[in-house]
Structure formats: C-alpha cells, structure tokens
C-alpha cells in the first residue's frame, strides 16, 4: 500500500463575530456576522464573511467563502520577499520581512491572516482605521501585491 503525501491541513481562525439588532414588534432579533480566515500554512491563505441566524452557522458560511476565495502568497524562507503596504477603506498595513527567528509581529485581525499563510517572521503595522474586517481585506491586498524576485526580473527582462 503506497503512502499519500502529507497535505496541510487547512486550519480555520475566527477573526470576530458580530451580533447586530433588528427591532420588530415583538422585541429584537439577533443575527450575526463572522469574519473567517482559512490558510494550509504553506503559502495558500483566504478569508470570508458568513451571516447568521445563529454563531455556528454564521462561521460555516464565513468558512466556506473562505475556501473558496483562498490564493498563493509569494515567500522567501519563511518571510515576506519585500516591504509592502495595503489599504482598504480606512485600514492601511505595513509589511516588512523580518530576519529568521523574529516571529509575527502584528496585532489583531492582521496576525490571524499572517499566522495561516504560513509566515512566520514579519513586521507589520496596522494604520488608520481599526475595522477589523478592513485590516483582514488590505493585509491580503498587501499579500496580492507581493512577488517573487524572479518575477521582477522577468517583468524588467532582467537575468539575475
């Protein structure tokens, strides 16, 4: 019986979970929102926005959008290949490659999305607004902005 090879598990992390208010006649109605941010560690990260009726359920939803909206992020030895910034609404982020054994350093909805991509030395800074799901959207602007130095150099027609 031959061996499969280890896949990566994709992991799940809850950002938040927001509980918003209807009022009707006969008193309040609850729903809820969820920010989910779904990565293997090794590079492939994405994140989704679930709404609910109930906690769980509002999760699952923010989960699967999550899978599906997954995409590569370009890395060099565990960290980022250069600084970069990215903006959503009124969030800003910093990104900066850091030296091995630095480790995430970043707050909030920022080192969730960093943690399941799989990096695992960066700065980074978080500007502006503190919207949590803005910070979650312009840190993955940031990562989409990210190339490799290969990639430069073919965009310049540059050997290296």
């Not at 609910?52 to 699952?60: F, G, H, L, S, T």
């Amino acid at each position: 019986m031959e061996e499969k090879p280890a896949v990566p598990e994709i992991e799940e992390r809850v950002v938040f979970v927001n509980r918003c208010a209807k009022v009707v006649k006969g008193g309040r109605r609850f729903s809820f929102s969820a920010v989910v941010v779904v990565g293997n560690r090794e590079g492939l990260v994405g994140f989704g926005f679930g709404k609910a009726n109930e906690v769980p359920e509002a999760i699952r939803k923010g989960t699967e959008l999550a899978k599906r909206a997954m995409f590569p992020v370009v890395m060099k030895d565990r960290s980022i290949p250069h600084e970069v910034h990215g903006r959503f609404g009124g969030s800003y982020v910093l990104l900066r490659p850091a030296s091995p054994g630095t480790g995430v350093i970043a707050g909030g909805g920022m080192r969730a999305v960093i943690e399941v991509s799989g990096i695992r030395d960066v700065l980074a800074k978080s500007l502006g607004s503190k919207n949590r799901m803005n910070v979650v959207r312009a840190t993955v602007e940031a990562f989409k902005q990210l190339r490799s130095r290969d990639a430069i150099a073919a965009t310049r027609q540059v050997e290296i």
